[in-house]
């Protein structure tokens, strides 16, 4: 077994609002990720997919609990955690004014990518997503899908061993979403930590090695699809999703834990 | 572990020059940029100037070429006529504007007042015999003895009055030129009266006037150029600097780049430092195009500088100026970054950009107030204070130990500004970023000692503007009332109201024993002459100028105050209230911060500072540790209300009664200190454990 390059123990974001007073976006999860696995965070919008990710990437400092991004501490060491991530999602977007060498570039030298092997990275960058093309234009002259492809590129600059996609595939049309999926699957067989958050059943389905259903702020199970369909007799996600989510509704308060069997 | 430390010296710079990069980058490819930047100011200030001119000379023409038509009326017009006439046909002389050549034409009209009115006459010339003057002056004097006393030293001549409308141009200056005409008509008339009389000497011989300016050319210009100098370059700073500044972080916001950025290995302080380069850059950058703009159009003469404009800037003088500009353009650029990263949208920055500008504006052009030194209280406002001392420094005046201070506070206010940039980077409610402790995810009064400083501060540069504007205009009395009860207590009140405290806590509102009220009577009137001595020892170091210690005693004891009026006014009323501000809500407000000691000390010298005038922060800041050591050791602040009231009264009843007290001699500040001693051993047998506890185990 290998060691978890993302380590997770009783994370924790409480917001303080207005209207609301506390709100608990993150209530307290564990999880652990490896290397060469996708690593799923299923939950409806406002589940708190989003903010588990945003602390993992130190943009969110957690209430409580603590996160490990390759031994490092996201809050004690920001910046070295920072380096070993690269962070995707519908939010993260470029430069417009830069030209896509140029961006990637930039983030392999932001990211401290060693200065002679920039150079060579970015060459092979744009072989490897196919942006040789359009490589000396500037950003904002490009498609939605050439775009997509600079900006996985851009996550990938600095060569990190852990990837976070946050709902990368919203927004897009049904070939770009595929070729987002074939792009996550290839840097999984290379060997990277991946964690890929949705709220679509079926790309988790099809994507993830291990998923975790995250409500209210709480992870409710986190398995492999078979070991999530054994423990609740269902064969559809999205059945094995009610099952979890509807059943916390219903008994308030009671909070169903799931067995690791997997691990 | 050297080797390492270094070598990541180096990584952070490779970072922090990758960002800089970006950032010129982009903003060398905004055609936006450049066009608003730089290539707009090149055009319209000299379009604008020129226009200016244009105008202003257009608008001389036309007075020059106007025909002015005049009316004569009165009860001897004829004799006006002639005078008008005379008057006229003297040669115009060539140093008085007013006296330059003017068509004037008279017309005859029956009712010329209403002609007047109606703008199709510009004067009207009268003539009135001694007799009718007098009676018009009778009437307007209404009884008024003095004024009818007056009038009766009048000699018994005729009188010429030239009535016209203020509101129109041609109309006013027909009454000028024909008021400067006559004026010399007068003087000429005199002259030859005397001559005739046998005056020996030309009567213009009689008593010569002469204006010498004795002020260099330079030193002329340096203070017209220094009064301008900073607005200008505030404003170039401001308009060059804010087109990248709203692109730095809310453009970002909007694109949605910032959180690919964030979530690289660069620091929000590098980011942040990057920016703030980027706008220090283009703000000088667009400065010096600017200034050179403008010198090549002298140069090529498109304007001319007025007459005596020479600027001599010695390499000192150059030196402090730009030693002085450094925190200034820190300070424009770190507001203009952090209202960046305040808003979420360009909309949103643009909003909040003009207010901005106002609030610089207005400070930066500090140079202009009549009389303003920066040896006052003016230097410690950012930004008011570079601009007078630069004006100084260009009338070759270096207060060395002020130009010092004036640096190090607008230093101050860029690094605090810089670091509100740095938060705004991680503030949850704008980016959804956090650095945010758990005090302000409770708010309400767990926030409070956070933000009491910065309360403070408003409250100061309120209590500062005001005294500006309005000190001279109020009374003593309305002064008492708009800064005491409105901004001190009104302060207060806002406060425990904004973060729900409780007044009884804050403001310390506990009964206290008989003992701790007798330690008050020995202990006021003997800190008061510990102060006066203290502040003779200030005195050595930073005189005081003796005018300004008289204006003050007379200013403070208005004779139209009665003494019951001085009491309540300069000592119950500040007794109650500077102390339910200083030692009730800032006492509180930093108590979970500071120990005692230091609290003590820094509630004082706030307390001090609060007193405008720069050579009473001594006395001010000792009375004011005083007074909180009191409250901390009595756990009440009622004891401190009395002890100041009672000082207030000390120093001011003598001198308003004009008993003359003899400078107190040395021995009786040995006296003083042993009272207080005595004073506060009191109050340390009979302290209150609760409330020192309480200020210990709160934090």
């Known amino acids: 077994m290998t060691e978890p390059t993302v380590a997770v123990r009783g994370l924790a974001k409480t917001f303080y609002d207005e209207a609301r007073g506390e709100v608990r976006a993150v209530d307290g999860i564990d999880f652990d990720c490896r290397p060469g696995e996708i690593f799923g965070l299923l939950g409806a919008n406002g589940a708190g997919k989003t903010t588990t990710l945003r602390m993992l990437a130190t943009i969110l400092r957690p209430t409580a609990g603590v996160a490990r991004l390759m031994g490092r501490d996201v809050v004690e060491e920001p910046v070295a955690a920072r380096r070993t991530l690269g962070f995707y999602s519908a939010t993260t977007a470029l430069y417009p004014r830069l030209t896509a060498r140029e961006t990637l570039e ?154 690791s069997a997997a691990e | 572990m050297r080797e390492a430390s270094s070598s990541n010296g180096a990584r952070r710079r490779r970072v922090l020059a990758t960002l ?204 017209v150029l220094g009064m301008i100098l900073t607005p200008l370059l505030v404003l170039l700073m401001l308009s060059g600097g804010s087109v990248v500044a709203a692109d730095a972080i809310s453009g970002e916001k909007e694109r949605g780049t910032i959180e690919t950025l964030l979530t690289t290995a660069a620091r929000r302080g590098e980011i942040v430092a990057a920016k703030q380069l980027a706008i220090i850059g283009v703000g000088i950058a667009i400065a010096v195009i600017n200034v050179a703009n403008l010198l090549v159009y002298v140069v090529l003469g498109v304007f001319e500088l007025p007459e005596r404009f020479a600027v001599s800037v010695e390499p000192v003088a150059l030196i402090v100026l730009l030693l002085l500009f450094l ?34 504006l207005f400070p930066s052009a500090a140079a202009v107030l009549p009389g303003i030194e920066l040896r006052s209280a003016i230097v410690l406002v950012p930004v008011a204070n570079i601009s007078v001392a630069v004006r100084e420094v260009l009338v070759g005046t270096y207060d060395w130990l002020f130009l010092g201070l004036t640096f190090a506070v607008t230093m101050a206010a860029a690094l605090y500004t810089s670091r509100l940039t740095s938060l705004a980077l991680s503030t949850e409610r704008l980016i959804t970023a956090a650095e945010l402790d758990r005090a302000e995810l409770i708010g309400g009064p767990a926030l409070f000692p956070k933000r009491v400083l910065r309360w403070f501060g408003i409250m100061w540069v309120t209590l500062f503007i005001t005294s500006l504007w309005l000190g001279a205009t109020l009374g003593i009395r309305l002064q008492v009332v708009v800064n005491i009860l409105g901004i001190f207590f009104g302060g207060s009140l806002l406060i425990i109201w904004r973060y729900r405290l409780q007044p009884r806590e804050v403001l310390a509102l506990r009964p206290v024993r008989l003992p701790v009220w007798i330690a008050v009577l020995i202990g006021a009137p003997s800190a008061y002459l510990v102060g006066v001595g203290l502040a003779r020892l200030a005195d050595l170091i930073l005189p005081v100028p003796e005018r300004m210690l008289e204006s003050f005693g007379e200013y403070l004891i208005a004779p139209e105050l009665a003494l019951w009026q001085v009491i309540l006014f300069l000592a119950v009323i500040p007794g109650i209230f500077e102390e339910i501000a200083f030692r009730g809500v800032l006492l509180s407000g930093l108590r979970k911060r500071l120990r005692p000691v230091a609290l003590c000390l820094v509630t004082g010298a706030i307390f001090g500072l609060f007193h405008i005038d720069l050579f009473r922060i001594v006395p001010t800041a000792f009375l004011g540790a005083i007074l909180a050591a009191v409250v901390l050791i009595s756990g009440s602040i009622f004891p401190a209300m009395l002890w100041h009231a009672l000082n207030n009264a000390v120093a001011l009843v003598p001198a308003y009664l004009e008993l003359r007290i003899a400078e107190p001699p040395l021995w009786s500040f040995g006296l003083g200190v042993l009272g207080l001693a005595l004073a506060f051993w009191i109050l340390w047998r009979y302290r209150s454990r609760a409330a020192l506890a309480g200020g210990d185990g709160g934090g």
């Not at chain 1, 983030?107 to 092997?117: D, G, M, T």
């Not at chain 2, 424009?332 to 609030?359: C, D, H, M, N, W």
Request: proline share 4%.
């Open chain 1, 106 to 259: 930039f983030f392999a030298r932001v990211n401290l990518y060693p200065e002679e092997k920039v150079d060579a990275r970015v060459d092979y960058l744009v072989g490897r997503f196919g942006i040789a093309e359009y490589v000396g234009a500037r950003v904002e002259k490009l498609s939605t899908g050439m775009k997509q492809k600079v900006s996985i590129a851009r996550t990938v600059a600095h060569d990190p061993p852990i990837l976070i996609f946050d709902e990368p595939t919203v927004g897009l049309d049904v070939i770009n979403a595929l070729e987002m999926a074939r792009v996550i699957r290839e840097l999984r067989d290379e060997g990277k930590t991946i964690i890929f958050s949705t709220h679509i059943m079926s790309e988790a389905e099809k994507l993830c090695d291990r998923i975790a259903i995250i409500h209210n702020g709480k992870i409710l199970a986190s398995d492999t699809l078979d070991a999530l369909r054994v423990a609740t007799g269902r064969h559809y996600l999205e059945d094995i999703f009610v099952d979890y989510v509807g059943g916390v509704e219903e008994m308030p308060g009671f909070i169903r834990e799931s067995g």
């Open chain 2, 20 to 223: 800089l990069g970006l950032e010129l980058r982009l903003l060398l490819r905004d055609k936006r940029t450049i066009i608003i930047a730089v290539l707009l100011p090149l055009l319209i200030y000299p379009a604008f100037i020129l226009a200016m001119r244009a105008v202003s000379r257009a608008g001389q023409e036309r007075l020059e070429a106007a025909t002015y038509e005049y009316a004569i009326t009165g009860s001897e017009a004829e004799l006006a006529r002639s005078l008008v006439q005379e008057a006229l046909a003297l040669s115009a002389a060539e140093d008085d504007s007013a006296e330059v050549p003017t068509n004037f034409v008279e017309r005859v009209a029956d009712a010329p007042d209403s002609l007047l009115r109606a703008g199709e006459l510009q004067l009207v010339v009268e003539w009135m015999s001694h007799e009718e003057y007098r009676a018009e002056r009778e009437a307007e004097a209404e009884g008024d003895t003095a004024a009818l006393r007056r009038l009766d030293e009048l000699a018994a001549v005729p009188a010429v009055r030239l009535s016209f409308r203020s509101n129109s141009e041609l109309s006013s200056t027909a009454a000028s030129r024909m008021g400067a005409r006559l004026r010399r008509l007068r003087v000429e008339r005199r002259d030859r009266l005397l001559r005739e009389r046998g005056l020996p000497l030309d009567p213009g011989e009689l008593a010569k006037l002469e204006l010498n300016n004795v002020a260099p050319a330079e030193k002329e210009a340096g203070a």
């Open chain 2, 327 to 360: 925190p200034l353009t820190g300070v424009i650029s770190a507001t203009l970054l952090a209202l960046s990263g305040y808003s979420k949208t360009y909309r949103e920055y643009q909003i909040y950009f003009f207010p901005v500008l106002l609030l610089f």
